[in-house]
């Protein structure tokens, strides 16, 4: 079957400047949060500040604005400036954000912060073993932050979940909790073989695939098929082909029951939402 080879350039809606809280400019505005003409023409008008005359010792205010495929190293450069709807938790060693374009239900990022790993290709950072070891286990923390999410917002419609729920709200709960759903089983994680941005970063996300940002075939394939590459498949033998990126395939499967989609996103989005709402009720 023939192969494509995937490009970081496909991921091009990461690629957005991103400047610290307090720092941006509207040219850095999500979409659904820049102002609108009418916004602007509506809005009081600031009063003009008096004349001064500029001192000769004032320097220009500088603005700290990661561009383009920088835009992570904001996050891990001061985390603690963002809100925690974007920042979930950090610590010395790593910076935990909620992704600014999910791809699924619940998409996490970790942002391992250490300058002289984060900014070298995963496949090669990896091959370092107490590295690798500091990150698998971090990743082991997110996975569980993940699936307690997905729980807490899913769990009311699931069939396997529910008599753990019945027993939780009863008046006489048992000594022992039925198990309920393993919802971190529907977690997966990884990194790409040829990620998006430059910093390294390692994805956390459910399986459903129907985040608002899952718009393209890349976008898909990427989560889908080799080209994720997880945890505990580093470090990567010497022949591995992803070493070098790795290929996309150039069907579209669906991840739930296999159904070939080929090339048409559309009718995959469409099967998928469907595929959600049975998956999550199971």
């Known amino acids: 079957m ?7 350039d496909d991921f091009e809606e990461h690629v957005e400047s991103t400047a610290l809280p307090g720092q941006q400019s509207t040219k850095h505005f999500p979409p659904s949060e820049r102002p609108n003409a009418f916004t602007e023409m509506m809005s ?10 500029p001192s000769t010792t004032d320097a220009p205010t500088k603005h700290t604005v990661f561009a383009g495929r920088d835009g992570l190293a904001a996050y891990t450069t001061d985390p603690a400036s963002f809100p925690p709807s974007r920042v ?11 992704d600014l374009f999910p791809k699924a239900s619940v998409h996490l990022l970790i942002l391992p912060r250490d300058p002289k790993k984060n900014v070298i290709r995963p496949q090669e950072a990896f091959d370092d073993p107490v590295f690798l070891r500091e990150c698998q286990e971090e990743e082991k923390k997110v ?3 993940a699936a307690s999410e997905f729980r807490r917002r899913f769990g009311k419609f699931s069939a396997t979940e529910r008599p ?9 709960p048992p000594d022992e909790l039925p198990p309920g759903r393993d919802w971190e089983r529907e977690i997966i994680s990884g990194t790409h073989a040829n990620p998006s941005m430059n910093h390294l970063h390692i994805h956390v996300l459910s399986k459903d695939m129907v985040g608002e940002s899952m718009k393209k075939r890349n976008h898909y394939l990427s989560f889908t098929t080799r080209f994720l590459i997880g ?3 580093y470090p990567l033998d010497a022949g591995d082909e ?3 990126n790795g290929h996309f395939p150039e069907d579209m499967l669906c991840w739930r029951c296999g159904r070939n989609f080929g090339n048409k996103m559309v009718r995959l989005r469409e099967h998928l939402e469907e595929e ?5 009720r199971e």
Request: charged share 35%.
């Open 276 to 280: 959600y709402e049975e998956w999550r």
């Open 88 to 98: 979930v938790y950090y610590n010395d060693k790593f910076v935990v954000i909620n």
């Open 143 to 145: 996975r569980a932050i």
């Open 164 to 172: 753990r729920l019945a027993a939780l709200e009863s008046d006489d």
């Open 231 to 233: 945890m505990d498949q």
């Open 44 to 53: 009081p008008r600031k009063p003009k500040s008096p004349k001064s005359t």
């Open 242 to 244: 992803r070493r070098h």
């Open 2 to 8: 023939a192969s494509n080879r995937a490009s970081a």
